[in-house]
């Protein structure tokens, strides 16, 4: 009978935990789940070497170990600091954790452009939840944000470099699963960024995967690009028998109607894709009958996403009777008849999806 | 004349040559432990010199020594950093310009006691000139079988390389300079693994300064033991202390680790006292990145008790009334300097060589360069004062490397101490524009807090 | 492409390294290519020096822009690298500056029309206690004063003739 191995007891936030030894703080925390879990830009557990440059995983180590119990002297990344047996970690029991998570924020937001409206990441990006949940109001940076030369990087793929938080992990996705990596990190410092250099588009039948591992709106679907906001489509996961032999072909569809408007990996509750997906998949199979469909996805992370889809989302009680104490309202004018957009002759509920301009026209 | 180690035959002409340095008892440290000590031995001796690491962190380096992984059949590596790049420090150019052989001998010595069969000295890539010296030295110390193979009959091999960086502070970073010579960007690693088990291509390595290394020469010279009597408490021997800014006599000093500030800045052996006749402002004695410190708390601590050129009399008080020896950086500023000035300089040269790998430090260093730059031209809130501080606090220990701190540092002891002068440029923006705020108050003698009664 | 001299060069810094770990040479062999190309690295000789080491041109454009002493751009003949950080602030680094500015006729980052002489700011070289100073080239010219800058154009312009 094989050994069995010793697991490593660790608490964070007074929660305790067993887990292998070689286990990182943050998926520790992971294997908890819920509030305690450090949020975490970078890291990318698919992705070898990711993590330890965004910083708003940091967490305090007020006990070392069980052998050695002194507190460690400053935060640690918890994405790259791994446990020790009788290690007690403060995550969001620490103020000091707090109140230096919300600095890391106000930096990463410090040079990103507000454009939320017009991105197409908005609704699914970390960033955004990020800083509604960890951020401080507004901003105290009274300069010029940081501007980049724009680049072309193909028809596929459409990047953002002011968006970029530099997390580098486009970087170890394609070092990682394509042949050749074309971009990189160019400049030092401030002046970092996501470039090619010498203007080309990236091609690889495995590039695609840098929109999904992008925690912000920094690289996008270009065959997507101002079509429609996430949370107006219905995501259904899918598969296909795909030719590509590393590639899992299973992905999630995103539909309005029969439309699909993109497709992209599945992704866990931490935003991870369960599975690489081709190219093939993401940016050429765009018609349902390409495509097996299971059903719904639910989007586990907290998102605007899962709101659409009307999951969990409870009838508001009518207040208006209360309101006017029993007294009937009396209509004074039927909107309909005078509304344009309003009309009584299209029945809403038997419009696929959430309803849209184009519906409406005769 | 205080005694020296390092510096002892300096003043010899020709000392930089082979032969001469040889005839001067040049080698004779390494003939010692190659041939009558085993690297065990050697270590011992070190430890027991009780010398702290030169590059600024002050880490003994018989115990940095002692934590290299020995596994079997994998090469261990030595690497000289010599990216000398910390501002107000310019002590190993010395060195290496001067005295190419004695840091030979030193890598040489630490070689043999690390096991190390090849070693690579990390030059910043602006001293361009100085890889032909070392090299020609390393040509002449192999032509005289001090390296290559089976060394002095020993049975141990030895290559050293010279390899030049090409501009980048960072790379002083024990993990970036690895990276870098590894032909990579030099992005500090995260740390663990530390390179005496992970270092240069995943081979156990030890990274030491310069000067540090070259130590290890007198040390076995004279002895651990004897070394150790050298200097005052834990900070051992001599230390070379480069000194620059408004002084009479600027330059590199070895001294003895048991002389005053107040000797160092004002004694004809070494500064020569403030040039032009005016009087001591402030100090940052330990190069950019350490606290600096206005007059009065430099020459005397908290409690008093006049400030040394150690270790801890140095950082005596912590930050809030202390500084650091650090690299040995000695920057002196007279009565007419701007602190604020100073201060931006600083700031913008930590912005300039963040990596912009880490969020706090890519951020929050340019942040801080533009809040002072307002601040210094006469557009400065009183606000921007605090915002500064909490930049600063924000970014302190929250990086990857200790770039992150060094940039705070300077910031925060400026505020710290000249906080009047901050808010002076504030508050007069268009007199600060014409003129200096001036000495003020930061020579006047402190008051001592009578000690509390029993 | 390099001359037979120089490709022994670039061989000998590669026998430097354990077989396999020829990207460390990069820099050393992107300092040998600016001086021979110019004095400065265009995607060209990026992509030569890449296929001289196998690795890809990303791996040393990415190297390139990170160390401030390689121009990415083309520079004059003789460039001047003033320092400006504080100790050399504090010695008067700034009149040397504004002085060269004057003398040129150029702005900081830029080139004088006759293509000779490029006036830049740097941040520290460790010669603090030669301040004021610069780089010229492989040497730095230490302790200036306004004489002693007029003198190293002069001497420039000599070398040009």
Not at chain 1, 185 to 211: C, M, P, Q, W
Not at chain 1, 276 to 281: A, E, G, M, Q
Not at chain 2, 153 to 178: K, N, P
Not at chain 3, 58 to 69: C, D, H, R
Request: with cysteine; glycine share 10%.
């Amino acid at each position: 009978m094989a050994e069995e191995k010793k697991l490593f007891k660790v608490k964070i936030d007074g929660i305790p935990v067993e887990v292998e030894p070689g286990t990182t703080i943050l998926n520790a925390a992971r294997q908890i789940g819920g509030d305690i879990v450090p949020p975490a830009m970078c890291y990318y557990s698919k992705l070898q070497g990711s993590g330890g440059k965004c910083r708003t995983c940091l967490v305090k180590v007020s006990k070392g170990s069980e052998a050695d119990p002194r507190p460690m002297p400053k935060l640690v990344a918890s994405c790259r600091t791994t446990v020790m047996d009788g290690m007690e970690v403060a995550n969001i029991t620490s103020p000091e954790v707090l109140e230096a998570r919300k600095g890391v924020v106000e930096f990463l937001l410090l040079n990103h452009p507000l454009d939320c409206p017009v991105c197409d990441q908005a609704g699914e990006c970390h960033l955004q939840d990020l800083g509604y949940e960890h951020g401080a109001d507004g901003t105290r940076y009274e300069f010029k944000r940081r501007e980049f030369e724009k680049i072309d990087i193909g028809d596929k793929i459409q990047l953002h470099m002011t968006r970029c938080i530099l997390c580098y992990r486009c970087v170890f996705t394609a070092d990682q699963l394509t042949e050749t990596r074309q971009h990189g990190i160019l400049g030092r410092g401030e002046a970092s960024e996501i470039s090619t250099y010498i203007h080309k588009s990236l091609d690889n039948e495995f590039i695609g995967n840098v929109i999904d591992v992008c925690p912000v709106g920094a690289l996008t679907d270009k065959t997507f690009r101002f079509k429609n906001r996430v949370w107006f489509l219905k995501p259904v996961d899918a598969h296909r028998d795909c030719e590509n032999p590393k590639c899992c072909g299973k992905t999630v569809l995103w539909l309005r109607g029969d439309e699909v408007f993109r497709v992209t990996a599945r992704k866990d509750k931490y935003g991870e894709v369960e599975a690489f997906i081709c190219d093939t998949c993401r940016f050429d199979k765009k018609e349902t009958k390409d495509w097996i469909v299971e059903g719904p996805r639910k989007v586990d992370r907290h998102s605007v996403i899962s709101q659409g889809q009307y999951v969990g989302v409870h009838k508001p009680k009518d207040a208006l009777p209360e309101v006017l104490d029993g007294r009937q309202p009396k209509l004074m004018m039927n909107i309909h008849n005078i509304s344009q957009v309003n009309r009584p002759e299209i029945d809403l509920s038997r419009i696929e999806g959430p309803a849209h301009s184009d519906d409406f026209k005769n | 004349m205080g005694r020296k180690l390092l510096f002892d035959k300096a003043h010899i002409e020709n000392i930089r040559y082979y032969d001469v340095y040889r005839a001067n008892g040049g080698y004779d440290s390494a003939e010692k432990a190659l041939k009558s000590m085993t690297p065990e031995l050697v270590l011992e001796e070190v430890k027991k010199s009780g010398l702290r690491g030169r590059g600024g962190a002050g880490f003994p380096t018989g115990l940095k020594w002692s934590f290299i992984a020995k596994p079997e059949g994998v090469p261990r590596y030595l690497v000289c950093n010599a990216d000398e790049s910390e501002p107000g420090t310019f002590k190993d150019r010395y060195l290496m310009e001067f005295l190419p052989h004695l840091l030979i001998e030193g890598l040489l010595i630490s070689s043999y006691t690390l096991g190390a069969n090849s070693c690579y000295i990390y030059i910043r890539g602006e001293y361009a000139w100085i890889p032909d010296i070392l090299e020609e030295a390393i040509a002449d110390a192999k032509k005289n079988g001090w390296l290559g193979k089976n060394i002095q009959g020993s049975g141990f091999d030895l290559e050293i390389y010279v390899q030049r960086g090409a501009g980048a502070y960072i790379c002083g970073e024990e993990t970036a300079l690895i990276e870098s010579l590894e032909g990579k960007r030099g992005n500090p690693r995260i740390k663990p693994p530390f390179p005496a088990v992970k270092g240069l291509w995943d081979c156990p390595t030890v990274v030491n300064n310069v000067e540090t290394l070259a130590t290890v020469v007198p040390i076995l010279r004279i002895g651990g033991e004897e070394y150790a009597k050298y200097g005052i408490g834990k900070s051992t021997g001599t230390k070379l202390i480069s000194a620059c800014g408004n002084i009479n006599k600027p330059g590199v000093y070895e001294i003895e680790m048991n002389i005053s500030v107040e000797e160092f800045i004002y004694s004809e052996e070494y500064c020569g006292g403030i040039a032009n006749g005016k009087r001591l402002k402030a100090c940052i004695p330990g190069g950019s990145s350490v606290p600096i410190l206005p007059a009065n708390l430099l020459l005397k601590t908290a409690k008093g008790e006049p400030r040394m050129m150690t270790y801890e009399s140095l950082s005596d008080g912590g930050f809030a009334t202390g500084t650091m020896l650090g690299s040995g950086g000695f920057i002196v500023l007279d009565e007419d300097q701007c602190i604020v000035k100073n201060t931006l300089t600083f700031a913008r040269f930590y912005h300039h060589e963040s990596c912009g790998q880490c969020s706090p430090c890519r951020e929050g260093t340019g942040w801080m360069e533009r809040v002072l730059k307002n601040i210094e031209k006469g557009k400065g809130k009183m606000s921007d004062i605090d915002l500064l501080w909490d930049i600063q606090r924000k970014i302190e220990g929250n990086t990857i490397c200790p770039l992150g701190d060094a940039a705070a540092w300077p910031v925060a002891a400026a505020i710290r101490h000249f906080r009047d002068e901050f808010e002076w440029h504030v508050l007069n923006p268009e007199e600060s524009q014409v003129r200096n705020f001036g000495l003020a108050h930061y020579a006047d003698p402190l008051e001592i807090a009578a000690p509390a009664a029993v | 492409m390099f001359s037979e001299e120089k490709l022994n060069k670039v061989k000998e810094i590669i026998a430097r390294y354990p077989q396999g770990k020829q990207k460390s040479a990069l820099l050393p062999v992107l300092h040998l290519a600016q001086e021979e190309f110019g004095g400065w690295l265009s995607a060209e000789t990026m992509d030569y020096v890449a296929s001289l080491l196998q690795i890809t041109p990303i791996e040393v454009y990415e190297v390139a822009t990170f160390y401030s002493m390689f121009n990415m751009k083309p520079v004059g003949k003789h460039v001047f690298e003033v320092c400006h950080t504080g100790p050399c602030m504090l010695r008067g680094s700034d009149n040397i500056i504004d002085y060269i500015k004057k003398k040129l006729n150029i702005g900081v980052g830029e080139t004088t029309q006759d293509g000779l002489f490029t006036l830049k700011t740097v941040e520290c070289l460790g010669a603090c206690g030669y301040a004021p100073m610069m780089q010229l080239g492989k040497h730095f010219r230490e302790h200036l004063t306004p004489e002693k800058v007029d003198e190293i154009i002069n001497e420039c312009r000599a070398k040009a003739n």
